[in-house]
């Protein structure tokens, strides 16, 4: 894949970090047109950025065959977001945790401790086509 998805309800983007920026954009612009808050926009905004890069460079390699898909649904109560790799998944509960002392210098795995901190909800499974899913869920 080569260029970017545009979905009514998400985007698709090769597996490139050159592509955060539009997924950035693209959330921010339907979150906006539903009436979402500001301040939480931002916390979503931080979390899909974390989320999508670890899909990128931990889900799929970097290879850039590979695709991320992004895919939101909101109702009056919640705003949900599904991050789906192609990769070969992870266990969640084998994650450092980023603030024991032995882990407080490495570069890596801060990740999905930053995310928790801004939503109210982040279930990890194994996407229905192979590759990791990441729901987060941020109640509005």
Excluded: C, W
């Excluded at 890069?53 to 649904?73: L, P, Q, R």
């Amino acid at each position: 894949m080569s260029k970017t998805e545009i979905l009514p309800d998400g985007i698709i983007i090769p597996s490139s970090t050159d592509y955060l920026a539009k997924v950035d954009r693209h959330l921010e612009e339907k979150f906006t047109q539903a009436g979402i808050d500001p301040s939480i926009i931002t916390d979503i905004a931080i979390s899909v950025s974390e989320l999508v890069n670890n899909a990128i460079m931990h889900g799929n390699g970097s290879d850039i065959s590979k695709t991320v898909e992004v895919k939101f649904s909101i109702t009056s109560n919640e705003l949900r977001v599904i991050i789906t790799d192609q990769g070969e998944g992870f266990d969640i509960e084998t994650v450092d945790n980023p603030v024991d002392d032995e882990n407080l210098l490495k570069e890596i795995g801060r990740g999905i401790f930053i995310v928790k901190n801004f939503v109210d909800d982040l279930i990890v499974s194994q996407a229905q086509t192979g590759g990791t899913q990441v729901e987060i869920v941020k109640k509005l």
